[in-house]
T-cell receptor
Framework: EPEVTQTPSHQVTQMGQEVILRCVPI?????FYWYRQILGQKVEFLVS????????KSEIFDDQFSVERPDGSNFTLKIRSTKLEDSAMYFC??????????????FGDGTRLSIL | AQKITQTQPGMFVQEKEAVTLDCTYD???????LFWYKQPSSGEMIFLIY????DEQNATEGRYSLNFQKARKSANLVISASQLGDSAMYFC?????????????WGAGTKLIIKP
């Protein structure tokens, strides 16, 4: 069964450094998402992406964050200058259609980001 | 106000028993979708089941069923004949409104432990 793939599974970075989290969505999916989950807390929406542009973003997704689809398969989340509070599990998700509201978002296994 | 409320932070259930995980939601939209995801201790997020606001029948998917009570705004997940592998965090999530709304809104989760 096709799946969303995220790399790396765990990233440890010094505060202030840039980090890029990578995702390969399911190949025929058109809508892509990033969520984060701080340890012990709720999953929080960051951003959605369709047709090479951001469709929706949350208040968390400030100027330090950016997303890109550099080629036909990868979808990346960049954090420019990491802060301690960016430590979390970051999930990439993709979905096939949006117009059919019952299309689930399929999630990758996540990247655990630890900021030191 | 919380959009998704999961009132059970944790549950212990005997193996082979059925279990009901509660979820209530708050929305003024007529069109919305409700999703349940499972998060094992390994961290990945696994889609389980979906219920649309216009669906007349309760959703079922194998051992999972959704007890959808629209007037009460509840969408409880029922797991029949629980197994040890069902031990995990379970999240209820909602997507509101029409096609322009992309994000999933999440509950705090219920930690389910199945006892042998």
């Amino acid at each position: 069964e096709p799946e969303v793939t995220q790399t790396p599974s765990h990233q440890v970075t010094q505060m202030g450094q840039e980090v890029i989290l990578r995702c390969v969505p399911i190949s025929n999916h058109l809508y892509f998402y990033w969520y984060r989950q701080i340890l012990g807390q709720k999953v929080e929406f960051l951003v959605s992406f369709y047709n090479n542009e951001i469709s929706e973003k949350s208040e968390i997704f400030d100027d330090q964050f950016s997303v890109e689809r550099p080629d036909g398969s990868n979808f990346t989340l960049k954090i420019r200058s990491t802060k301690l509070e960016d430590s979390a599990m970051y999930f990439c998700a993709s979905s096939e259609f949006l117009s059919l509201s019952n299309q689930p978002q399929h999630f990758g296994d996540g990247t655990r980001l630890s900021i030191l | 106000a919380q959009k998704i409320t999961q009132t059970q932070p944790g549950m212990f259930v005997q193996e082979k028993e059925a279990v009901t995980l509660d979820c209530t939601y708050d929305t003024s939209d007529q069109s919305y979708g409700l999703f349940w995801y499972k998060q094992p201790s390994s961290g990945e997020m696994i889609f389980l089941i979906y219920q649309g606001s216009y669906d007349e029948q309760n959703a079922t998917e194998g051992r999972y069923s959704l007890n959808f009570q629209k007037a009460r705004k509840s969408a409880n997940l029922v797991i029949s004949a629980s197994q040890l592998g069902d031990s995990a965090m379970y999240f209820c999530a909602m997507r509101e409104g029409e096609d322009s709304n992309y994000q999933l809104i999440w509950g705090a989760g219920t930690k389910l432990i199945i006892k042998p």
